[in-house]
């Protein structure tokens, strides 16, 4: 009792000098990265070291290219505010040994937008084969980038992930099975940087809760009717993994980008490879999702029935207007 209560008056007299326990302020985000846990108006101390191989050796320091005071192997610099650094250790010779970047970490979310439906980070998958996609938006004020990604499941897990060439990540989970349960949902946290203040900002969720079909093929069969079918990039067999798949016909004048998304009286649901006859002048519009999740529909795809005889007077009138145009340069 008597420690508990020295420990609570050590605390009380800690937060009105205004500092804070060095131990509980940093931490390491991976190798020779630290990120320390600032607030408003907050300077806190974090211990440096250039390595255990330069005890007792004459070394010097510098923090973003300047010179520091401060000597030694080990040495102690304050982030105040959100002013973290790149902190290089030299020999006595001056040559380069070591160095580690100090982050600050806020609490705001200024880096990356909130977006409604989303979210700040958006994940999704076109298949159940282990792997998926996240993405988000920038905010327009700010220049950043991916500082580190962790993905984990309870218990352990093997989740790989990378940048892609659109900067943003791609993440496969190795011992993912796609015919057992998942009993476990995946933990993301991806650490956005910008200067030298990082970031944070974390997402749970299962595979089948972002998988989301890639757009479903339509062909033409004849005149009057076409097929719809299943994604090629959707997992097999299609027994096992059903999609159930939502039609719409409507009118549109345009040839192409119809707006799909609008509520229609008639749509038809089903589940397999299925024939659709298609009426002149209309459109349809067929989209999927995975029949036994409530997971996201995939998007809209389209076909529209072209009138023949149109299609014939356009191909008429082009060639008039080229037979036209070369008799009027060679004139």
């Given amino acids: 009792m008597f420690f508990l209560l020295l420990s609570t008056l050590l605390f009380l007299q800690s937060s009105a000098d205004g500092s804070i326990k060095t131990e509980e302020s940093y931490w390491t985000l991976k190798p020779n990265v630290l990120v320390v846990n600032v607030n408003v108006g907050e300077d806190v101390n974090v211990p440096l070291i250039c390595g255990e191989a330069y005890e007792g050796e004459n070394i010097t320091w510098t923090r973003n290219d300047e010179n520091l005071e401060a000597q030694g192997n080990r040495i102690v610099v304050t982030v105040e505010g959100w002013m973290g650094g790149n902190y290089s250790c030299f020999n006595s010779e001056g040559s380069y040994l070591n160095h580690t970047l100090v982050l600050a970490q806020w609490t705001f979310r200024k880096f990356i937008k909130n977006t409604p439906k989303k979210g700040y980070i958006d994940c999704s998958t076109n298949n159940y084969g282990g792997s998926f996609k996240c993405d988000w938006t ?40 796609p015919y057992a349960e998942e009993v476990e949902r995946i933990n993301l946290t991806i650490y956005f940087r910008s ?45 096992y993994f059903p999609l159930m798949f939502q039609v719409k016909e409507i009118r549109c004048r345009k040839h192409d980008n119809c707006d799909c998304s609008k509520p229609y009286s008639q749509e ?37 029935y072209v009138y023949l005889r149109f299609v014939k007077f356009l191909s008429k009138t082009l060639i008039c207007f080229t037979t036209i145009k070369i008799v009027l340069l060679l004139y």
Avoid at 138 to 160: C, E, M
């Fill in 138 to 177: 920038w905010d327009a004020n700010r220049n950043g980038h991916v500082a580190h990604i962790k993905a984990t499941r309870p218990g352990g897990s093997n989740i790989s992930c990378s940048l892609d060439s659109s900067r943003n990540i791609t993440c496969l989970d190795h011992d993912y099975c």
């Fill in 195 to 239: 200067s030298f203040v990082v970031e944070s900002y974390n997402t749970k969720f299962y595979i089948m809760d972002i998988v989301r079909p890639d757009m479903v093929p339509i062909s033409r069969i004849n005149k009057t009717s076409v097929e719809v079918k299943y994604p090629h990039s959707w997992s097999t067999p299609s027994s």
């Fill in 268 to 304: 038809i649901f089903f589940t397999q490879s299925h024939q659709l006859p298609v009426t002149k002048g209309m459109t349809v519009c067929v989209r999927a999702r995975d029949e036994f999740c409530n997971s996201s529909w995939g998007d809209w795809n389209q076909y529209k």
